[in-house]
């Protein structure tokens, strides 16, 4: 038992080793098997990758099967296919961007630009577009495979055709499977071309489109080419713009080089100018020293030539109308006739002098404007009562034709004067019968003053010059109507200076209408002033006027004629006398100072020009005594007198002023008359006046009220006084310092005070008397011929406590006295 026990025991043991040994061969079976199926696969893997990362990108996994490792491997070899695609791309990119650095020219750049892109896209054709300058359409650059009567450009807005969707997006887009029968037909060096697809490229800049880059195929385009496109295009876009702009560097560049080589050379002539300049200069400055000298010598011959001109033709004038007068039915009428001849040449050689010497004063620039507030009404009517004389001598009907109202200018009366003396005077010599109408009317910021005729007309083509110097129809007008052909040309000067104008209208045979248009608002003009002009003189008593003198009245008045030419004299004593006055004569001024000292005349005509002692120096003398100074004066003068000369005239209280030559008889009596029979002496105040006399509220009851009356106008001085008549007591003064003087030593009641005085004008004086303490409270009231509004608001703001404009209104003179007067008062 015990050895059945063993031997069991013993088939046991060889059985699990058996066993165990059958194992270990299956699992040793089993292993081979398996190494040889996953071997081989893993190998051919390993070596495709050391292959493949060697360079080698055209390896590929060789092993085909459908398990596991097949499928790995088939993945293994898609992925080795887009990594080798990836590279190719990557290096085309990279070979196709070390070319756009090549040329830096764009021209050279859009050729070679082209060939790379057709090369790497495998295109038939290619083409480069710019946008032009005025960014409206793109023009055909540089082109492979085009022929030159391909389209040459493509419209920038309209957003059509190949460019249409890359304008539309600013991207690069492909037109694909385009059929045989396309409108896209473009013209090669072989013929017509007929593209499959085609892509369009834009240039950018600052998300804005300025080239455009087409390529076309005959054959669809791989989906890698539209990679490789788009990977190179940040890179191909920069470098288009920056040859572009390489472009505008260099063409500025290019600029600036011409412009600093021109600079160089104006530089140099510039030097050379210089140095020309300066030696120029010190010429010009002798020259501008001779020109000065020049100028003044010029001025100073120009006025004494108006007198050493006018002198000698004033005494044929003067002498051949007092023969006149005085031979008139004592000799034969052929002889009396020569006297006609005489004068009247005369007459007209003055008038060409006059002509001539005006025009100089106006090309020399000393004609100033001399401003004061215009009627036209009233001044197209005095013109047309001075012509009609003449025109009824032709027996030419003159009218005036005024369209009130007319507004008030503010101009110069005397070039207005001028111009329409020298219009109408035209029409009515120009005129053999008919009519000569004047109108006068408002219209569009203007005052238009019409002068028409039914004369001889100007021929067309002659009105164009009819306003140069020295210009007339034809010889044969100056002979028959005499004339210098000046007059025109000064009227049309002095209107610009005006501000206005002329126009003409004529038809040869018919008649001429002549328009002065004078604007309505004051000519902003450098040489115009306020005038200083002598003012208008007081009005004569309607029972004397010109010519109707009372002779018992003028022989109460003794007129002092101070003149040097004998002739004046005579023609002055013998209308004057006839008149009436009793005349003294002085032939210098030192002799007419010592007639003054013997008797003292109502009033003196003064010659401005003498030898010796001149007019101004007796005006002085004469103002500087005390029993002369409010003498009457007329002066009388050949010369034209300068605004400087006015204004010291009237400074003297100089008011009346006739010009020697054609002395009228009526104006030089008018004159007469308005100086020794002033209206105001006689004005006697009106009942209305007692309203001032009525007054209870004037502070003295015992005592009349003191007023200062500083005025240098001997005439509006006595106005003055007549107005206040016995109510009042009066102090005068003839300028502001003689003014404050008074003031300090009366203290009144009440001033009176003008504004432009000589010595010191009223504003001065007003600041004097109202720095004096115990003069603070005396009311001071402005007089003054400024009657514009802007004027009073300056006074009233300036702290006078009154305004009263010349000529005196005397409702309003007399609300003045009651609003200082009817209140308590204390001074």
Do not use: C, W
Request: no cysteine; proline share 4%.
């Amino acid at each position: 038992y015990t050895q059945a026990q063993n031997n069991k025991n013993l088939l046991v043991k060889q059985m699990f080793f058996l066993v165990i040994l059958l194992f270990v061969s299956l699992l040793l079976g089993v292993f081979l098997i398996y190494r040889k199926a996953i071997r081989v696969p893993l190998k051919k893997l390993t070596y495709a990758t050391r292959q493949f990362s060697q360079g080698k990108y055209n390896v590929r996994v060789d092993y085909n099967s459908k398990n596991e490792l097949g499928v790995l491997a088939t993945a293994f070899n898609r992925m080795l296919s887009a990594i080798q695609m990836q590279m190719e791309r990557e290096e085309k990119a990279l070979r196709f961007n070390s070319t756009l650095f090549k040329r830096e020219n764009l021209g050279a750049f859009s050729q070679n630009l082209l060939s790379e892109l057709i090369e790497l896209t495998h295109s038939e054709i290619g083409a480069v577009y710019l946008l032009q300058q005025e960014k409206s359409e793109f023009v055909l650059f540089r082109s492979i495979g085009l022929s030159r009567k391909a389209r040459p450009r493509f419209s920038a807005k309209t957003k059509e055709g190949e460019f249409g969707q890359s304008l539309v997006s600013g991207k690069i887009a492909q037109i694909k499977n385009i059929p045989d029968d396309t409108a896209f037909l473009f013209n090669t060096t072989s013929g017509h071309f007929r593209p499959k697809e085609i892509i369009t490229i834009p240039i950018k800049e600052k998300n804005k489109v300025v080239a455009m880059i087409s390529l076309a195929s005959v054959h669809a385009y791989p989906a890698a080419t539209l990679l490789i496109i788009q990977d190179i295009y940040p890179s191909l876009n920069a470098r288009f713009n920056g040859v572009l702009l390489f472009k505008q560097i260099k063409e500025q560049a290019e600029q600036l080089e011409k412009q600093n080589t021109e600079l160089e050379i104006q530089g140099k002539e510039l030097s050379a100018q210089s140095i020309e300049l300066s030696r120029q200069n010190t010429e010009l400055k002798m020259q501008k020293n001779q020109l000065d000298e020049a100028n003044r010598l010029k001025s100073t011959f120009l006025s004494n030539m108006s007198h050493e001109l006018r002198t000698p033709l004033n005494s044929v004038i003067a002498l051949s109308s007092v023969l006149k007068r005085k031979l008139k039915d004592k000799i034969p009428e052929e002889e009396f006739s020569f006297i006609d001849v005489i004068e009247r040449n005369g007459k007209q050689l003055l008038e060409l002098i006059n002509d001539v010497l005006d025009l100089s004063r106006i090309e020399s620039g000393r004609v100033e404007i001399e401003t004061t507030e215009v009627h036209i009404g009233d001044l197209v009517k005095d013109m047309v009562t001075l012509i009609e004389p003449q025109a009824q001598e032709k027996r030419i009907r003159l009218t005036a034709k005024v369209k009130e109202p007319l507004p008030t200018l503010v101009s110069d009366s005397n070039k207005i004067r001028h111009i329409l003396q020298n219009l109408i005077g035209n029409a009515v010599k120009f005129t053999e019968k008919g009519t000569v109408t004047v109108s006068a009317f408002a219209q569009n910021d203007y005052v238009h003053i019409r002068v028409e005729d039914t004369g001889i007309g100007i021929p067309a083509d002659q009105v164009p010059y009819i306003f140069d110097e020295f210009r007339q129809v034809d010889s044969s007008t100056s002979r028959k109507y005499g004339g210098t052909g000046l007059g025109l040309s000064i009227a049309r000067r002095y209107a610009h200076m005006l501000g206005g104008t002329i126009e003409v209208e004529s038809t040869a045979g018919k008649g001429s209408v002549f328009t002065l248009l004078l604007p309505m608002k004051p000519a902003n003009r450098q040489t115009a002033k306020k005038a200083d002009v002598l003012t208008e003189a007081p009005r004569f008593l309607p029972s004397e006027q010109p010519g109707q003198i009372s002779g018992q009245r003028a022989e109460e008045k003794t007129i002092l004629i101070v003149e040097d030419s004998q002739p004046a004299i005579i023609q002055l004593k013998d209308i004057l006398s006839e008149a009436g006055f009793h005349i003294m004569e002085a032939h210098n001024g030192q002799e007419a100072l010592e007639q003054i000292a013997k008797k003292r005349p109502d009033a003196m005509v003064l010659d401005l020009m003498m030898p010796g002692m001149d007019g101004f120096q007796v005006l002085d003398a004469v103002r500087a005594n005390m029993d002369t100074a409010a003498l009457p004066v007329l002066v009388l003068t050949a010369k034209h007198l300068e605004g400087k000369d006015l204004k010291k005239l009237r400074n003297n209280h100089v008011y009346q002023l006739v010009q020697k030559g054609d002395i009228n008889r009526e104006e030089l009596l008018q004159r007469i008359n308005e100086m020794v029979f002033p209206v105001q002496q006689k004005q006697e105040v009106p009942p209305k006046q007692s309203a001032i006399l009525r007054n209870k509220s004037v502070k003295h009851t015992d005592d009349k009220p003191l007023i200062l009356i500083v005025e240098d106008n001997v005439d509006n001085l006595l106005t003055i006084k007549s107005l206040l008549g016995d109510a009042f007591r009066t102090v005068e003064a003839y300028d502001g310092q003689d003014g404050v003087i008074k003031a300090k030593t009366h203290r009144p009641d009440l001033i009176f005070m003008d504004i432009a005085m000589p010595v010191m004008n009223g504003f001065r004086a007003f600041d004097a008397i109202r720095k004096e303490k115990n003069l603070q409270h005396i009311p001071i009231v402005a007089v003054t011929a400024s009657a514009l509004t802007a004027d009073r608001e300056e006074i009233l703001h300036y702290g006078f406590d009154g305004y009263i404009s010349k000529p005196i209104d005397i409702q309003k003179f007399e609300a003045t006295i009651q609003q200082f007067f009817n209140k308590p008062h204390s001074s």
